[in-house]
């Protein structure tokens, strides 16, 4: 593979990566709208949302620096379906638990395409590891907490359907 190529494969991943972290803003924006019953998690993720918009800046500071930008198709159409998938839990009793099941998955498909990106990165003989390698441990800290929480969040569901029954 010539540098090039991973050049080329690297924008590529910038602009998902990019669209992807679109999604992720608008799923949390949503999330936080509906989680006033569970304070903690409201409070993660009001905090991984900054972290999110900081995530998207330095994607567009190593996109500047390869002389691209943002695919405008791509952002668009990965924060419409995040917010199509933050719709589709609403209805469910159980919303709060679809929620933390999908974004721990969500996280996790974060931290692998950072992961790429930074061998990419690699590869092609670009500076941007500092950058990625940031977010990527945001990623996996926010990977980490919702971990760490599924049982707290589903005792906390259970709690909250016992007294309302």
């Known amino acids: 593979m010539t ?3 991973a050049r080329d494969l690297f924008v590529t991943g910038l602009r998902n990566a990019h ?3 679109r999604q992720a803003e ?4 949503r999330q936080i709208e509906r989680t ?3 304070p903690e998690v409201q409070a993660r993720l009001r905090r991984h949302l900054e972290e999110t918009r900081a995530q998207i800046g330095r994607l567009d500071r190593c996109l500047e620096a390869c002389d691209a930008s943002a695919s405008t198709l791509k952002d668009a159409t990965m924060a419409f379906m995040g917010n199509m998938a933050a719709m589709g839990h609403m209805p469910a009793a159980d919303e709060i638990l679809k929620n933390t099941f999908a974004n721990n998955a969500f996280e996790h498909y974060e931290i692998a395409a950072y992961k790429s990106l930074i061998a990419l990165a690699e590869r092609a003989g670009i500076d941007a590891s500092a950058l990625l390698s940031q977010s990527l441990k945001e990623e996996e800290d926010m990977a980490a907490w919702i971990d760490a929480h599924v049982k707290d969040v589903t005792l906390a569901y259970l709690a909250r359907e016992a007294s309302a029954a």
Do not use: G, I, N
């Open 3 to 5: 540098p090039q190529t």
């Open 19 to 21: 669209a992807m972290e």
């Open 36 to 38: 006033d019953a569970y």
């Open 26 to 29: 608008e799923l949390m924006e």
